[in-house]
Nanobody, 121 residues
Framework: QVQLVESGGGLVQPGGSLRVSCVVR????????MGWYRQAPGKERELVAS???????NYVDSVKGRFSISRNNAENTVALQMNRLKPEDTAVYYC???????????????WGQGTQVTVSS
């Protein structure tokens, strides 16, 4: 069984910084691309940033220059550093991983439970 467990998030003032992290646990054979998505109330879930297994990154235009995604392959973790936060960044942030599990050998997308990020004064 594969689980993605997130930490971090919380309340921050506009212009502040926050870091969310995610660890992949379970019977893992290979972790491919990992990413962070977010969903604000009344809006669809959107991809914020992704990182391939060899470190290539991709960001949605609205966060370029402010957010940075990183991963530690040895520890099976991915993090999203968020700087110069804006009220419109308020959302539930979800960790996502494209993972091949040992049991069954299937490759699938897995999701974390989500962590709330609120940017408000």
């Amino acid at each position: 069984q594969v689980q993605l467990v997130e930490s971090g998030g919380g309340l921050v003032q506009p212009g502040g910084s926050l870091r969310v992290s995610c660890v992949v646990r379970g019977s893992i054979l290979t972790i491919y691309t990992m990413g962070w998505y977010r969903q604000a109330p009344g809006k669809e879930r959107e991809l914020v940033a992704s990182i391939s297994s060899d470190g290539y990154t991709n960001y949605v235009d609205s966060v370029k220059g402010r957010f940075s995604i990183s991963r530690n392959n040895a520890e099976n973790t991915v993090a999203l550093q968020m700087n110069r936060l804006k009220p419109e960044d308020t959302a539930v942030y979800y960790c996502n991983g494209n993972i091949r599990a040992i049991v069954g050998g299937n490759r699938a997308n897995y999701w974390g439970q989500g962590t709330q990020v609120t940017v408000s004064s």
